[in-house]
């Protein structure tokens, strides 16, 4: 049963801007502390992206910041991570997870994935 519906991938030139989006059933959205971006390059380790509360309180690590922008809608049920001023090294498979807590446990819930491609 999937839960977690990733868009917005796709092969972009440098420079360019891609937005991602999660969405989630509102079940699993509702008992969700927060929604989080991840990233796997090839032959690199899963690499936390960015993250978001409900509340809105975002974080984000410092190769993307000032270019990436995460954000939620709750009405929605999605999570949206906004890329702009893409590199070559930001390739990668970039995966949602919806948290259950202030940190991560085996209950949390991952999207598929979905491919970024950033050419020079």
């Known amino acids: 049963q999937v839960q977690l519906v990733e868009s917005g991938g796709g092969l972009v030139q440098a420079g360019g801007s891609l937005r991602l989006s999660c969405a989630a059933s509102g079940t699993i959205f509702s008992i969700s502390y927060m929604g989080c971006w991840y990233r796997q390059a090839p032959g690199k380790q899963r690499e936390l992206v960015a993250t978001i509360t409900r509340g809105g309180s975002s974080n984000y690590v410092d190769s993307v910041k000032g270019r990436f922008t995460i954000s939620i809608d709750n009405a929605k049920n999605t999570v949206y991570l906004q890329m702009n001023s893409l590199l070559p090294e930001d390739t990668a498979v970039y995966y949602c997870?919806?948290?259950?807590?202030?940190?991560?446990?085996?209950?949390?819930?991952w999207g598929q994935g979905t491919q970024v491609t950033v050419s020079s």
């Open positions: 997870k919806l948290q259950r807590g202030s940190v991560p446990t085996s209950g949390d819930y």
